[in-house]
């Protein structure tokens, strides 16, 4: 790359360095916001023994459901995880280890990664088996836990614009999580529906400034619905 031209032409430069056994945090929800060229570069590359941070894990055929289809993924991180049948095969079989997170925890834990701050008392998760093993402390009259924040080797993100210096919009509900997965990578990978030149984005309309960003990569899109909901004809 040169100077502050972030752009790269093709999925191999933009996942260039990821290695075997790094943890990969995920934007998106489902198959909501989902870098999917970078996830299917991912499955291309076939890396395997990853860790990978994201509310879920798609599903069967499609979204980071995909990495388990080839056993990429060795440890799951997430919130929720009921919409795909091979993840509950692994997890019951022992082929998957998971770690199951509150949305708002995991979210946090992303943030906190890419603000610097290494821990943060949350009242979530108080009195079950999410604050096994974890240190609690009492504030006021409620008591909290510690949980560890989040940060990866590489971080992946779907964008709707970003310029070539990084700068990034995310559109309506692709602001689920994205913008956090964004700060917490070592190497963060935005994939975005269009490039734009500097200037042409109004910069109180940036969601994430380019200095989080290092690779940005024009996509295309399949954009599948989980579940479509349509209203009855009268």
């Known amino acids: 790359m040169a100077g502050f031209d972030k752009v790269v032409v093709s999925y191999e430069e933009a996942m260039a360095g990821l290695c075997d056994g790094m943890t990969v945090i995920a934007g998106g929800f489902g198959l909501c916001g989902i870098p999917e060229g970078l996830i299917s570069q991912i499955r291309h590359m076939g890396t395997k023994d990853l860790t990978v941070v994201s509310n879920n894990c798609g599903v069967d055929g499609f979204g980071l459901g995909i990495l388990l289809e080839d056993k990429q993924i060795r440890k799951m991180v997430a919130s929720y995880v009921g919409e795909n049948a091979l993840f509950e095969q692994q997890l019951l079989s022992g082929g ?3 770690e199951l ?3 708002g925890t995991l979210a946090e834990k992303m943030r906190a990664g890419g603000a610097g701050i290494p821990a943060f008392y949350t009242a979530t998760g108080v009195g079950t088996p999410v604050a ?9 009259d409620r008591e909290y836990i510690l949980e560890p924040s989040i940060t990866g080797d590489f971080a992946i993100v779907k964008a709707w614009k970003a310029d070539r210096f990084g700068n990034c919009i995310y559109r309506h509900t692709a602001m689920n999580f994205n913008p956090m997965a964004a700060t917490a990578g070592k190497i963060t990978v935005v994939e975005v529906e269009e490039i734009v030149e500097p200037g042409e984005i109004e910069p109180s309309q940036i969601h994430t400034p380019g200095i989080y960003i290092d ?6 899109f399949e954009k599948r619905i989980e579940k479509r909901t349509v209203k009855e004809q009268a």
């Not at 096994?132 to 006021?140: A, I, Q």
């Not at 690779?215 to 295309?220: A, E, K, P």
Request: no cysteine.
């Open 96 to 98: 998957l280890e998971v």
């Open 101 to 103: 997170t509150p949305q």
């Open 132 to 140: 096994e093993g974890k240190e609690v402390k009492t504030f006021g």
């Open 215 to 220: 690779r940005v990569i024009l996509g295309q």
